[in-house]
């Protein structure tokens, strides 16, 4: 996640679900105290615990569902998808490769 003041802030979490996420927003809460945090993001199924709109400083604002065009990471994507789609890879290591690849284009 990117802040507005071009600071990132990442956890390494176990599984991407409703009580990881909700780590992760308080988390990203206690990093930035006296701050109103605002997170855009997609109607994800993991996004959807009530809780995680109770946590003081921090407005959460969905996306609209069916709105790809609204998140630039659904575009990053359509790209690799582009280069990966309907191929059959020797191994993990070749399609690692491909992707890496079209990432960096």
């Not at 176990?14 to 927003?25: K, N, Q, R």
């Not at 988390?27 to 994800?44: F, G, Y």
């Not at 604002?61 to 990053?76: D, H």
Request: proline fraction near 5%; charge should be negative.
């Amino acid at each position: 996640m990117l802040t507005n003041t071009g600071k990132s802030f990442h956890l390494m979490l176990p599984d991407m679900d409703s009580e990881v996420t909700l780590i992760f927003l308080q988390e990203l809460k206690k990093q930035n105290p006296n701050e109103s945090v605002v997170v855009v993001w997609d109607n994800a199924s993991c996004h959807c615990n009530r809780c995680m709109r109770e946590i003081g400083g921090l407005t959460l604002i969905s996306l609209p569902s069916y709105s790809p065009e609204l998140n630039p990471a659904e575009r990053f994507f359509e790209e690799i998808r582009r280069e990966t789609a309907n191929r059959i890879f020797e191994s993990l290591d070749k399609q690692k490769n491909l992707i890496i690849e079209a990432v960096k284009k």
